[in-house]
């Protein structure tokens, strides 16, 4: 059984800096595709950043320079580093798992509130 177990959220002011870690079960996970999203209240959920099994990372144009993913394979853990946070940047984040196309997994997610 896969799960995914979202950590680090929490609230910091404008310009400030989180880091989220979301770390999987079962195996293969170095095989996996990871990414995070992100939803806020009234809006659908869109892709944050990923980063394949070979570490080719990808990620929202809202966030390229202040965000970074990396992974972890010897801990099955990705992680999200958030810097220069803006309140727009204020949503749950999602971790999802990919071990296949079209067979994702989801974790319960994390909130994040940028706000002074």
């Known amino acids: 059984q896969v799960q995914l177990v979202e950590s680090g959220g929490g609230l910091v002011q404008p310009g400030g800096s989180l880091r989220l870690s979301c770390a999987a079960s079962?195996?293969?996970?170095?095989?996996?595709?990871m990414g995070w999203y992100r939803q806020a209240p009234g809006k659908q959920r869109d892709l944050v950043a990923s980063?394949?099994?070979?570490?080719?990372?990808d990620y929202a144009d809202s966030v390229k320079g202040r965000f970074t993913i990396s992974r972890d394979n010897a801990k099955n853990t990705v992680y999200l580093q958030m810097n220069s946070l803006k309140p727009e940047d204020t949503a749950v984040y999602y971790c999802?798992?990919?071990?296949?196309?079209?067979?994702?997994?989801w974790g319960q997610g994390t909130q994040v509130t940028v706000s002074s």
């Open positions: 999802r798992r990919t071990v296949i196309p079209g067979l994702h997994y």
């Open positions: 079962g195996s293969s996970f170095s095989i996996s595709t």
């Open positions: 980063i394949t099994s070979g570490g080719t990372t």
